[in-house]
T-cell receptor, first 118, second 114 residues
Framework: GAGVSQTPSNKVTEKGKYVELRCDPI?????LYWYRQSLGQGPEFLIY????????DSGLPNDRFFAVRPEGSVSTLKIQRTERGDSAVYLC????????????????FGPGTRLTVL | AQKITQTQPGMFVQEKEAVTLDCTYD???????LFWYKQPSSGEMIFLIY??????QNATEGRYSLNFQKARKSANLVISASQLGDSAMYFC???????????FGKGTRLHILP
């Protein structure tokens, strides 16, 4: 079946602009995650959705970052007033969202969106 | 606090040889899961193998196996009979029951030599 998809694959924007990054999870997966990966580093957690609600947004670096998942499927990560330091690959992952056995709930990742802020 | 440590920033291995990628972790939660992901130059994170903290046996998936030593908090990935296509970044990661996010190590870049 189809995996996690992300659009666009690349986004170049100017400092101060607003961007939206989209994630389409695996069908039937209730849990959705956003991560950010800087060059030479492992992914860092940003936010996690269970269904439509953000269950954990502790990784969002500041209030310029916001994410939504209004119908419990597709999610959009929104970045306002972009800064050069926001340049990174933004990865989305989804999982079945197994209740009560969270440690076994394998996350499957999309190809990422490479964001470049000039 | 949760922590994942990968001490090998890069490794060079001859094709067909076995390779071990090191990973140590730290958590105070007795229930947790350990994951290995492969990231080729295309950028996609590919799930390889999972080990639960209560699993009695080491996980295996084809040429991948996880050498899980719970007392030492070690979860090394072993790739048998390496292939040129195994060249990639490899990330060790952990998730425990207190949290839903995965914590990743810094990764090991593996180069398979022909």
């Amino acid at each position: 079946g189809a995996g996690v998809s992300q659009t666009p694959s690349n986004k170049v924007t100017e400092k101060g602009k607003y961007v939206e990054l989209r994630c389409d999870p695996i069908s039937g997966h209730t849990a959705l995650y956003w991560y950010r990966q800087s060059l030479g580093q492992g992914p860092e957690f940003l936010i996690y959705f269970q269904g439509t609600g953000a269950a954990d947004d502790s990784g969002l670096p500041n209030d310029r970052f916001f994410a939504v998942r209004p119908e419990g499927s597709v999610s959009t990560l929104k970045i306002q007033r972009t800064e050069r330091g926001d340049s990174a690959v933004y990865l989305c992952a989804s999982s079945q969202g197994l209740a009560g056995v969270t440690s076994t709930d394998t996350q499957y990742f999309g190809p990422g969106t490479r964001l470049t802020v000039l | 606090a949760q922590k994942i440590t990968q001490t090998q920033p890069g490794m060079f291995v001859q094709e067909k040889e076995a390779v071990t990628l090191d990973c140590t972790y730290d958590t105070s939660d007795p229930s947790y899961g350990l994951f290995w992901y492969k990231q080729p130059s295309s950028g996609e994170m590919i799930f390889l193998i999972y080990q639960g903290s209560y699993d009695q046996q080491n996980a295996t998936e084809g040429r991948y196996s996880l050498n899980f030593q719970k007392a030492r908090k070690s979860a090394n990935l072993v790739i048998s009979a390496s292939q040129l296509g195994d060249s990639a970044m490899y990330f060790c990661a952990m998730r425990d029951n207190r949290d839903d996010k995965i914590i990743f190590g810094k990764g090991t870049r593996l180069h398979i030599l022909p």
